[in-house]
C-alpha cells in the first residue's frame, strides 16, 4: 500500500522559508515523476514542481521559479520542497503526488495524471 506523508508546513512571514517533506512508503521510487501540488481556498489544485525520479530532472510552475526547489533523498524514500521567498499568495494547502508517466508538462499541468496523494500540509504566509 502507498503511503505518502507531508511535514514541515507552518505560518510564516513574507519572505520567509519553508522546507516542505513527504515520505513514501510502499512506492517504487525511480522511473515516475513525483510532484508539489497546491490548493489555495476556492481555488483548483496547481501544479508546483515535479521531479523526473529516473534522473533527477525537475520542472517548476513559472509563479514559484527561482523561489522554490524540488528534491529528492532516495536512501531515504522523501521528497522535499524548500520555498524561499514565500509570498502571500503561496498560501495554500501542499500535496505531495507520486506515479505520474505524462511527462514533465503533462505531470505539472493535470492532477488527475498522479496515482497517489499524500494528506496535504498547510502553508500560511502572512505579515
Known amino acids: 500500500q502507498v503511503q505518502l506523508v507531508e511535514s ?3 505560518s ?3 519572505g520567509g522559508s519553508l522546507r516542505l517533506s513527504c515520505a513514501a512508503s510502499g512506492y517504487t521510487y525511480s522511473g515516475y515523476y513525483m510532484g508539489w501540488f ?3 481556498p476556492g481555488k483548483e489544485r496547481e501544479g508546483v514542481a515535479v521531479i523526473y525520479t529516473g534522473a533527477g530532472s525537475t520542472y517548476y510552475a513559472d509563479s514559484v521559479k527561482g523561489r ?3 528534491s529528492q533523498d532516495n536512501a531515504k524514500n522523501t521528497l522535499y520542497l524548500q520555498m524561499n521567498s514565500l509570498k502571500p499568495q503561496d498560501t495554500a494547502l501542499y500535496y505531495c503526488a507520486a506515479g505520474c508517466d505524462r511527462g514533465h508538462m503533462g505531470c505539472l499541468r493535470d492532477p488527475k495524471a498522479w496515482g497517489y496523494w499524500g494528506q496535504g500540509t498547510q502553508v500560511t504566509v502572512s505579515s
Do not use: D, E, K
Open 12 to 14: 510564516v512571514q513574507p
Open 8 to 10: 514541515g508546513g507552518g
Open 38 to 40: 497546491r490548493q489555495a
Open 68 to 70: 522554490f526547489t524540488i
